[in-house]
């Protein structure tokens, strides 16, 4: 194919018909047409996954990568080097030159001058890659030797990107469909052949404000001679001193920078004071939200993960992926909705057990044995996930959880909407804007904030209420009766959420 268009002027008419030919192939592989491939301008450089159009647009306006010659990301293989005329190729040029290659690694070896008795430890890296490279890939092989076969897989992996398990699994499976390959087992195996042609590396140290490199004589150094900066890397300790961070090292000065600082983790302290005075017992929020793991929008599907974040910790910390736990996913296709109390059960199960069991935990920071406990604080989702959570509904009349039954709701009466415009309830009595009519609904506001709706209402109402899960159409009726009577369902989220709170 002609590639000659990458190097035009991206006005040039020969360039826009070479972007459309460049595409029309990258789709020809089998791909859809609505599903990304990476994208070669310029500016993403193959880094990039994006839509036809959107490729088609950064290849007009930016222009082609160089130097990408070989399409190999978007489905051309890899061409030999020379061409030869099959009519006169015969089996001898077929085969790898394996026997050029070490001869042309180890050409020291072979060519050394005067004789020493015995093999030295180069010679013996030679004459034992001369030996596997006489060894038959499976029995009548003519084509591959086992040497030339690792190079070649070798090889592959470098170009494709395959990690080093991937490399191990083919290696398992080729050696499990074909019994008598003689190949190695795992990856390490192949890696120590390929290293003795030269073709591994070695790792050189360096300070990390670029003084010297631990090389030569300071190959054993730990600090840098002129900097006296550490040689290794310090990870910060993550033990149970930082879970007491947010009770001995955060700064209480009345600022809002942390949970510990809000009041919420205030009213918990004192309504259970056994729980706060070990400053090591964790404090939970649970979050969930769906997504689709597959790459392409065109497949409908929803996995859900159920996710525990730890707040004992400092902000830096707590957020961190690598500090959060992952303590449930629940499968797709489609989202479980209310039904998600049926797969937080066996997690429900556990939160009990350890907020009024506890779990024996050792703290090596103090060489103690102490017993651990836990509470579930809140919820973390975004508003329409926050129905399956909490069991609320975020629409109609009252669809404000905070407001609950005094949500000041009006239905417009053209575009039969909701509208929620009475908050001016929340601004500090004598405020302006409460008795401002003229840029509101022409009524001065008098009235006080909703209160919020407590625990110990929540279970006096759910009290009597049978809640059926599943998706079966009478059990949608009956439950469809339910919330006609409560507009608020009986999760088992919620429920443990305020037993968690007020116990």
Request: overall charge neutral; proline content about 4%.
């Amino acid at each position: 194919m002609d590639k000659k268009w990458t190097k035009l002027p991206r006005f040039n008419r020969d360039y826009i018909n070479g972007v459309e030919s460049f595409l029309d192939f990258a789709y020809s592989k089998g791909r859809p047409q609505g599903e990304e491939i990476l994208c070669p301008c310029a500016k993403c450089g193959n880094c990039c996954w994006e839509k036809r159009n959107v490729v088609y647009n950064h290849l007009i306006a930016i222009g082609f990568v160089e130097g990408y010659n070989v399409w190999v990301h978007h489905g051309e293989r890899i061409s030999r080097p020379m061409e030869i005329d099959k009519n006169i190729e015969d089996e001898e040029d077929s085969r790898d030159d394996i026997d050029w290659l070490l001869y042309d690694t180890f050409r020291n070896v072979v060519e050394v001058e005067g004789v020493n008795k015995g093999l030295n430890k180069d010679a013996r890296k030679f004459y034992n890659l001369i030996d596997e490279a006489k060894q038959e890939l499976y029995p009548g092989c003519k084509n591959f030797s086992t040497l030339s076969f690792i190079i070649r897989m070798y090889l592959l992996k470098c170009l494709h990107g395959w990690s080093n398990a991937s490399f191990t699994a083919l290696l398992e499976l080729l050696k499990e469909a074909i019994p008598d390959l003689n190949i190695p087992e795992s990856f390490n195996k192949a890696k120590s052949m390929i290293r003795d042609l030269g073709l591994d590396y070695k790792k050189i140290h360096a300070c990390r404000n670029d003084c010297m490199l631990y090389w030569g004589d300071y190959e054993n150094d730990n600090s840098c001679r002129f900097c006296e900066a550490s040689r290794w890397k310090e990870f910060p300790q993550v033990d149970t001193n930082s879970m007491r961070w947010h009770e001995e090292e955060r700064s209480k000065d009345g600022k809002l920078r942390h949970p510990a600082d809000g009041h919420v983790w205030n009213d918990f302290d004192k309504l259970h004071p056994e729980f706060s005075s070990e400053t090591r017992n964790v404090r939970l929020g649970l979050a969930s939200d769906g997504f689709n793991p597959f790459r392409t929008m065109s497949l409908s599907h929803s996995t859900w993960p159920v996710m525990m974040v730890v707040y004992n910790f400092p902000p830096w910390m707590c957020m961190k992926s690598e500090y959060m736990m992952l303590s449930l996913l629940i499968p797709g296709p489609q989202s479980p909705g209310n039904n998600i109390d049926v797969y937080l059960q066996p997690l429900i199960k556990e939160l009990k057990e350890l907020w009024e069991s506890g779990v024996e935990t050792y703290d090596a920071s103090r060489n103690q044995t102490f017993q651990m406990h836990e509470a579930l604080l809140w919820t973390i989702s975004d508003y329409p996930r926050y129905v399956m959570l909490s069991g609320w509904s975020t629409k109609g009349k009252l669809a404000c959880a905070c407001c609950n039954y005094n949500t000041f709701s009006i239905c417009l009466k053209h575009s039969r909407k909701m509208c929620y415009m009475d908050h001016r309830v929340f601004l500090p009595v004598g405020h302006v804007w409460r008795a401002n009519k003229s840029s509101f609904n022409r009524k001065q506001e008098h009235r006080s904030a909703p209160s919020l709706l407590k625990g110990e209402e929540i279970l006096e109402i759910l009290k009597d209420f049978n809640n059926l899960f599943g998706n079966t159409k009478r059990q949608k009726k009956l439950m469809a009766r339910g919330r006609s009577q409560f507009f608020l369902s009986c999760h088992i989220g919620l429920i443990i959420h305020c037993v968690i709170i007020l116990m």
